[in-house]
């Protein structure tokens, strides 16, 4: 069989090259909840390694945005369902702006591989250990804070539930990202034997049509990179993957021998608590005509909880802001008040200039408040708001023109132990929930994730979670408004939950938490100096 001339093999090359770019990103996106085949965690990211090493430092950063769209194509999808749904966006401009939004987080891993490809002209075994794994860190941290942030499906996350996690209360997600990027690069070193380019020339070449005695048409077109790959390989290939093996099962077995370390210590009186999941779809959430209907069912909910040492409402559940419904915060405060019950809810709270935050308020037993820090962009403030006002729906959602908060002491004082609160979003930037956790016992969020609804993620949010209770070594208590509430114990289980999208109380017994873990220790020494 005649093979195929070399620039109909360069281009189909190239072309298959740039799918298996965009499909490895879209497997990373099973590597998280809900699916949590973590798997893909490993592979995904040692695929687009391989895919980077074979052109340019350009061509390595087009892999690295086709990878992003993939990944958050799958991963952030659920962004279309607040823009379309609740913002009424026409399907069209919703795909549109879902679409910007996707191929804007997709630059951070063009910026990575870019990097990568930079500081590694030539494959050498130990420029790949080092400088895969802390380019792929620096696109998550730039990611986390450029712009407003989007700290969200950190490759460290998928590995709740695996030896791995046993690292979180040491290096915290950041760190847990590094060694899975690391990770990926020892499984990549393992497959890829002394002729690892010959091996993908041969299937290519079968796949192609080159007869078995034709010299393979893709090692004409190997960079110098390939060939002194394949070089290096041939001397040092054996000692390289057994030192690969060893390292990998090094580092699975210390997480897992950290994992079951207890770092923090439990301290003797445990508080009963009743989270109350309202299920309040977002289309009647702001509707004033609903006002009345919504607040009788937090009531007729929590009738039966009174008694109990906190109940907690999830966010927004009060949906207006704090000085329209004094007589019914005194109300619930006193009826709170009167079975020795503290109640936290959701409302939008007040100051005396008038300006309005998303927060948490504390009736009862005990008294307090809690005004969120870092806000939600389009959905909780407007940048360039003089100029987007009025354009389409979704630039006119209600209740998005908040201020964010700056107390400086965010702990909140109930039944004698200090809660560390976090509303929604917040609970994704890990120095948010890092701020004071030193002298917190609980960790606390308040969420609704309606805007969300039927999407993947609640699952995702209940993750990171997860993961915020076993970097700090604190129980989380987590309540929604259309779900997950949960209980998540300090080595980050899900002690209880309800299911989403329902009704529901979930009663359950919480200890609060001393001490702190290696990484809160090192953070809250600088954070203090």
């Known amino acids: 069989m005649k093979a195929i001339s070399k620039t109909a093999f360069y281009k189909l090359s190239q072309a298959i090259s740039l799918i298996i770019a965009l499909l490895a990103g879209a497997s990373l996106a099973l590597g998280f909840a809900p699916f949590n085949l973590a798997f893909f965690s490993f592979i995904a990211p040692a695929i687009l390694l391989w895919l980077a090493l074979s052109g340019s430092k350009y061509t390595a950063a087009l892999y690295g945005w086709l990878f992003g769209i993939g990944f ?16 009424g966006t026409n399907p069209a401009l919703a795909v ?8 804007t987080l997709a630059l951070f891993p063009t910026v990575s591989l870019f990097l990568f490809r930079l500081l590694t002209p030539t494959p050498a075994t130990w420029r790949l250990l080092v400088f895969f794994p802390l380019t792929w860190l620096f696109g998550e941290w730039l990611r986390s804070w450029v712009g407003s942030g989007f700290p969200w499906v950190l490759l460290g996350y998928s590995q709740i539930n695996t030896p791995l996690q046993g690292f979180f209360p040491l290096v915290g997600v950041y760190g847990v990202s590094t060694i899975t990027a690391l990770c990926s690069v020892l499984i990549y070193l393992i497959c890829m034997k002394t002729s690892h380019s010959k091996i993908y020339s041969k299937r290519l070449d079968f796949w192609l049509g080159a007869s078995e005695g034709d010299e393979g048409v893709y090692t004409e ?3 110098d990179a390939e060939r002194a790959c394949n070089n290096a390989k041939n001397s040092s290939a054996k000692s390289i993957k057994i030192g ?52 009788a069912t937090y009531q007729r909910l929590t009738k039966s909880e009174l008694g109990r040492n906190l109940i ?19 109300q619930v405060s006193e009826n709170a008040l009167s079975h020795q019950s503290t109640l936290l809810l959701g409302t939008i709270l007040s100051d005396s200039s008038e300006k309005l935050y998303n927060g948490m308020l504390v009736l009862g037993q ?27 729906n979704f630039f006119n959602i209600p209740m998005s023109d908040l201020t964010p908060g700056t107390q400086k002491s965010t702990l909140l004082d109930i039944d004698g132990l200090w809660f560390s609160p976090s509303i ?8 948010l929930i890092w701020y ?21 993620a609640a699952e995702q949010q209940l993750q990171i979670s997860q993961v915020r209770a076993l970097e700090t070594g604190r129980p989380m208590i987590v309540v929604n408004n259309n779900g997950i509430t949960a209980v998540i114990s300090p080595k980050g289980k899900i002690i209880d939950a309800l299911p989403a999208n329902t009704e529901g109380v979930l009663r359950a017994t919480v200890t609060g938490y001393t001490k702190n873990t290696p990484l809160i220790s090192v953070y809250s020494m600088i954070m203090e100096n």
Not at 313 to 323: D, K, R
């Open 312 to 330: 907690v409402w999830p966010e927004g559940s009060v949906p207006t802001p704090t000085y329209y419904v004094p007589n019914f915060l005194a």
């Open 221 to 223: 077109y190997m960079t």
């Open 424 to 431: 929604c979003y917040e609970v994704a930037y890990p120095s």
């Open 72 to 87: 958050f194509g799958i991963s952030a999808s659920w962004v279309y369902i607040s823009i379309h749904t609740f913002g």
């Open 244 to 295: 690969c093996f060893l390292l990998l099962g090094l580092l699975f077995g210390i997480g897992a021998s950290i994992d079951s370390i207890k770092w923090t210590t439990p301290l003797p009186s445990p508080l009963t608590v009743s989270l109350i999941q309202g299920n309040i779809t977002q289309d009647i959430k702001w509707d004033p005509q609903h006002f009345s209907q919504i607040l």
């Open 436 to 456: 004071q956790v030193d002298k917190a016992n609980i960790l606390i969020n308040i969420s609704d994730d309606s805007w969300f609804a039927g999407s993947i």
């Open 96 to 103: 549109l702006l879902t679409g910007l939004f996707i191929a």
């Open 366 to 392: 005990s008294e307090g408040s809690y005004e969120k820090r870092h806000l939600v962009p389009f959905g909780e403030y407007f940048p360039f708001q003089h100029w987007l006002r009025g354009l389409i």
